[in-house]
């Protein structure tokens, strides 16, 4: 809704400005499909050079998150608070029985309850993977925190290419506005003998492709590739919280405390209160009953 409304403020401030300024629209909408055709062209087909069809799919799919936000919501924070104080107390009370969970996931009367954080296979595969990690006994815990920060450290630098992507498209647009704009002076030369009317309209339509790129830049594309940027970092805070209730874990702390850890860790937006969270980890084991 946020981005919807940004977008909307930009277009009404930046047109109805121009529009009081007794500004003429019909210059720009006549030359705009020319010019939007050599820009955005330009852009795209640059994106495409510059990315693999992974990243290209990912960008495409991380604009949603220009509108949407981050994908993990306050509910999902709690969620994942019952999901591992369930798993680490199974953890501890009976191994073999946990390891039919976190060896088949899916199959999990445990995860099956929380469907959002079950459909993240990043989520899943984490958690599974470090509580397969507890169980073979390592002597030190933080080799184990070691790797758990560097895989998510390249989960991160891997979710940040649509970003990167989106930001660098935003750095060539105003170049590329100069080359439709010096490509509209190359077509006003070519009727330097038409009279000063003509000539004027010419030379506002070449104008038009500086302009055009750096409102798009600026306006859209710039602002575009911080959001989604924001957004995956937020959605990193997600990660980050499972490794500190597992680390937590790995040190051999008690259930309560593991999950209090990983309260704390939430960010503040998304933390549930001590007595909310203590009254849904009783729900969750209601429903576990």
Request: with cysteine.
């Amino acid at each position: 809704m946020a981005g919807i409304l940004g977008i909307g403020l930009i277009f009404v401030m930046v047109f109805g400005g121009y529009l009081l300024a007794g500004g003429q629209l019909p210059i720009i909408l006549h030359s705009l499909p020319h010019e939007m055709m050599i820009i955005g062209g330009a852009a795209v087909g640059s994106f495409v050079i510059a990315n693999d069809f992974a990243t290209i799919r990912h960008t495409i799919k991380d604009l949603a998150k220009v509108f949407k936000g981050p994908h993990w919501k306050t509910s999902d924070y709690r969620d994942l608070l019952c999901l591992l104080s369930e798993l680490i107390r199974l953890a501890k009370q009976n191994q073999i029985d946990l390891e039919a969970h976190i060896e088949a996931p899916s199959q999990s009367s445990i995860f099956q309850r929380y469907p959002r954080i079950l459909a993240d296979k990043e989520a899943i595969n984490l958690m599974c993977d470090t509580l397969r990690s507890a169980s073979m006994n390592y002597d030190d815990p933080r080799q184990v925190e070691e790797i758990l920060e560097k895989r998510m450290d390249a989960n991160l630098h891997r979710a940040m290419h649509s970003s990167h992507a989106l930001q660098t498209m935003a750095d060539g647009l105003p170049a590329l506005g100069i080359v439709a704009a010096v490509l509209g002076v190359i077509k006003t030369m070519g009727s330097i003998d038409q009279p000063p009317q003509v000539l004027g309209k010419l030379i506002g339509g070449a104008l038009v492709g500086t302009f055009l790129g750096v409102f798009l830049a600026y306006g859209l594309v710039g602002p575009f590739a911080a959001r989604v940027k924001a957004a995956v970092e937020e959605d990193d805070h997600f990660y980050q919280l499972i490794r500190e209730v597992l680390v937590a874990n790995l040190h051999k702390h008690p259930t309560n405390i593991c999950i209090e850890v990983g309260r704390q860790a939430t960010p503040g937006p998304m933390r549930a209160s001590f007595t909310d969270l203590e009254e849904a980890i009783r729900e969750s084991r209601k429903a576990a009953a």
